[in-house]
Structures are given as C-alpha cells and as structure tokens.
C-alpha cells in the first residue's frame, strides 16, 4: 500500500497537482479540506453555531467520504467556516479518522491538506509540501476568479490568503507545517506542468527505494 502525503497552504496549487499524481500512478485521491468543508456547509446550512464542539463533532462524524464535490463546497464562506472549526480538536479527530481509513485503500492514495504528513499519515511513502508566496497564491486565485468571469480585488484576496495562512499555521492542534521528512516544492516559478514534473522525479526516486 503505498501513500503519497501532500501539504501546503490555500491555493498553492496541491489540489491540482494532486489530481494529476492521482491520475498518473493509478490511485484514489481523497482533498481532506473537503471533509473540513462539508462539516462547516452542513452547520451553516442547518443553521446550527460554529463555536459548539460537539456539534460540530457530531456533524464531522456524519461526513460521508464518497460524496464530497468541490464546486459544491468552493463558497468562499464555507471555507472561512472550514478554517473556524478545523481548530476544534474533537473535529480533527473524527475527520482525520475517516481520512486515515481512506489512506489504507489499495493500490495507493493520495490525500492532499494540511496535515496529512505530519498528523494522519506519518509514515507515508513520499511527502510533498507544496507551497508558493502570498502574492504568487493570490494572483494565481485572483486570475481563477477573472477567467471564470467574476469580478475580483487582488489586494482583498491577498489580505484574505494570509489571514488564512495565519490561522491554519497558528492552531494548537496539528498546524500546517512541513514535516520533518517532507520534500519542498515551491511553485512560485513554475507552472502546473513543471511542478508535475518536479512532484513526479521525487516520487518515482522514492518508489524505487521501497
Ligand atoms: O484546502 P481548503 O481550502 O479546502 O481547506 C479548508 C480549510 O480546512 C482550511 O482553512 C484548513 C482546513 N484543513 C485542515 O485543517 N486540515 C486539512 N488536512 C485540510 C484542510
């Protein structure tokens, strides 16, 4: 069973980039900031509160793996929501159990978020953390948005990408943060492609290993 561990903050380009590991080798893909999301989205839509643990716990335990859609989670409020409850311990632990389970599918996995090399699989195969500046990420969200025929305000977006960094790198429990025997990728300067490239030379070297 072979796991490949990706990490990194909002809009560095690891859900992508995830998809196309995922594609490559032939294994299941699970983005955990999801199960974060469907939580928050299914508090707010129930109107229940965010600062309730156990409420939220209860919701977390609820989440189902298999139905989880970005373009029905991609709000910017439920991902302002997702940040708020992804401090709660007692939430990170029901979600990080369903993903551990995820993790044991055969023949391989790939789970992409924030702590998934240093707190939900700690012994996987490879760990990449994938990361790029504040402006870069912001840009990079801000073009998403125009393309898509939106309106956008960099300096808006910018300001909201590092509050967001501030808060995932800043909780008590299980920050965002490289582990130990993580390989760094910035893609500041590289397009999907390259960073593809550069993700797949470092797997493919650790395979060989095992
Ligand atoms: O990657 P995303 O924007 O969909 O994640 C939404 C929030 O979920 C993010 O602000 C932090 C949280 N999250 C987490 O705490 N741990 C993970 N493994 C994935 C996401």
Request: glycine share 8%; aromatic share 4%; charged share 30%.
């Amino acid at each position: 069973m072979i796991t490949i561990a990706i990490d990194g903050p909002a809009a560095a380009g690891k859900g992508t980039l995830s998809r196309r590991i995922a594609e490559e080798y032939g294994f299941h893909h699970l983005d955990t900031g999801l199960t974060y999301r469907a939580t928050a989205k299914a508090l707010l839509d129930a109107g229940l509160p965010l600062d309730d643990e156990a409420v939220a716990e209860k919701m977390a335990r609820d989440v189902e793996l298999a139905g989880l859609d970005r373009s029905m989670l991609s709000a910017h409020a439920i991902g302002e929501a997702a940040s708020k409850i992804a401090v709660m311990p007692a939430v990170r632990r029901a979600l990080v159990g369903a993903q551990r389970g995820f993790s044991l599918k055969e023949p391989g996995t790939v789970l992409d978020g924030r702590d998934i090399g240093t707190v939900v699989c700690p012994d996987a195969t490879v760990k990449l953390y994938v990361t790029a500046s504040p402006e870069v990420r912001a840009k990079r969200r801000y073009d998403e948005i125009i393309a898509g025929g939106g309106a956008a305000d960099y300096a808006a977006i910018f300001k909201d990408v590092r509050r967001r960094d501030e808060r995932d790198m800043g909780r008590a429990d299980s920050p965002l943060r490289p582990a130990e025997d993580a390989h760094l990728l910035d893609t500041s300067e590289m397009g999907i492609e390259a960073a593809f490239q550069a993700a797949k030379a470092l797997i493919d070297a650790a395979l060989k290993k095992i």
